[in-house]
């Protein structure tokens, strides 16, 4: 089997292809900070205490653990990038949006990431 038959194999696994263009279970920082440029929304489950040290000012703030409010705040008709402050939480939260409908995917490397691939973030 060749790698490249292997590579999209596995990508078909985990939910995304090459040839389909859909979000896998995570993104690297610099691909999320071009998809909310193109209009992906920005889904942020730190809580509130830690939203106020600093966030994207796009992002939309629901903590892990209200992330039952998601429906009334965030539409499923584009990708949703979900940030956190490593990518623990935002795995958590990116997995519980997929199995609601969304077409979510964690943030790898949690806002430190997005901030060092150039996302705003507003203090």
């Not at 292997?6 to 078909?12: A, H």
């Not at 040839?19 to 992906?40: K, N, P």
């Not at 730190?46 to 992330?67: D, F, K, M, S, Y």
Request: proline share 3%; aromatic share 4%; charged share 25%.
């Amino acid at each position: 089997m060749s790698t490249l038959t292997f590579m999209t194999r596995l990508r078909g696994l985990f939910g995304r292809t090459e040839e389909d263009g859909r979000l896998g279970a995570r993104v690297d920082a610099a691909r999320a900070v071009d998809l909310v440029r193109s209009g992906a929304a920005l889904l942020d489950v730190r809580e509130r205490a830690e939203w106020r040290t600093g966030h994207a000012p796009q992002a939309v703030n629901i903590p892990l653990g209200q992330l039952d409010e998601a429906p009334q705040r965030l539409q499923k008709t584009g990708p949703v990038l979900v940030v956190c402050a490593s990518g623990m939480r935002s795995r958590a939260a990116a997995k519980q949006l997929r199995r609601q409908g969304y077409e979510a995917a964690s943030i790898a490397g949690g806002m430190g990431a997005w901030q060092a691939a150039g996302g705003a973030v507003r203090r």
